[in-house]
């Protein structure tokens, strides 16, 4: 397999199983869905980082987790970061308003 270290870029190939087979991607990393092949098991150990990427499925797989964990790194750059005197003043709830909305 090629090197996916920093490759976040899916074939057309790769795109299409990750559209069709996603959610059973997720539900085996994530130990929802109990691994019943050697092939499975290997996919794990491959999204948990022990061992390397060897057919398509993983490949796809690393560089889509790839991808999103890079969309969110940017997400994260482009908020705006919570500044205290942004938000409300003293006295801006009364404590009524605050249990009315908090509870």
């Given amino acids: ?16 199983l ?7 991607y997720l539900n085996l990393q994530s130990g929802r869905r109990k691994p019943e092949t050697e092939a499975q098991k290997h996919f794990i150990e491959v999204t948990l980082g022990l061992k390397s990427a060897t057919n ?4 796809a797989f690393v560089k889509y987790m790839r991808k999103v964990a890079n969309l969110r790194k940017e997400e994260r750059k482009y908020k705006k970061e919570i500044n205290p005197e942004d938000g409300p003043t003293e006295g801006w709830y009364t404590r009524d308003d605050y249990k009315k909305y908090h509870s």
């Avoid at 398509?56 to 490949?59: K, Q, S």
């Fill in 18 to 24: 990750i559209h069709k087979y996603k959610n059973f």
């Fill in 1 to 16: 397999m090629s090197d996916i270290s920093q490759n976040t870029e899916l074939s057309v190939k790769e795109a299409q």
């Fill in 56 to 59: 398509i499925h993983e490949v």
